[in-house]
């Protein structure tokens, strides 16, 4: 497994704006950079989405990957429960108050079944997709 890749954005918006765009799960700007499609499967009686399947493509490799949602009081966590290609994922976004700002911590560690990706290379990948999602985040909760 790699070691937890974190990043974080400060937003000019109120923490239950921010994790109203974070639940957007459908926006593929919300996931990898190979992300080719997100469809939420199930919602809870809020209406937020609790399991969501994405279609990944990289390389000659496509796969889906079904996650887990599950809501905290600042908090939303994505955790893989099927993928072909996935081991193990989870995707954890915690956000911090601010005064009428919001510090959005996005943490995500992944391990793959893909014989020979070097480490550096997933944790690399995944540092890239996680600030392309900050800001997508950032940019629509500001916007």
């Known amino acids: 497994m790699t070691d937890p890749v974190v990043r974080e954005v400060t937003i000019d918006a109120p923490v239950a704006r921010v994790l109203e765009v974070v639940a957007d799960l459908e926006n593929t700007d919300r996931w990898a950079n190979e992300a080719k499609s997100a469809k939420v499967k199930a919602h809870d009686d809020q209406g937020r989405p609790t399991r969501i399947v994405v279609t990944l493509g990289a390389l000659k490799f496509t796969t889906d990957a079904t996650y887990d949602v599950s809501y905290g009081d ?6 893989c429960v099927d993928a072909r290609l996935i081991r193990e994922s ?23 079944t893909v014989k020979g990706v070097p480490r550096w290379g997933l944790e690399r990948a995944m540092g890239s997709s996680a600030e392309k999602n900050l800001a997508s985040i950032k940019k629509d909760a500001e916007g």
Not at 74 to 79: E, F, N, V, W
Not at 93 to 107: D, F, I, K, N, Q
């Open 74 to 79: 600042s908090a939303i966590t994505l955790t």
């Open 90 to 112: 989870t995707i954890d976004y915690r956000a911090h108050p601010e005064g009428e700002r919001t510090r959005l911590v996005m943490s995500s560690t992944m391990e793959v």
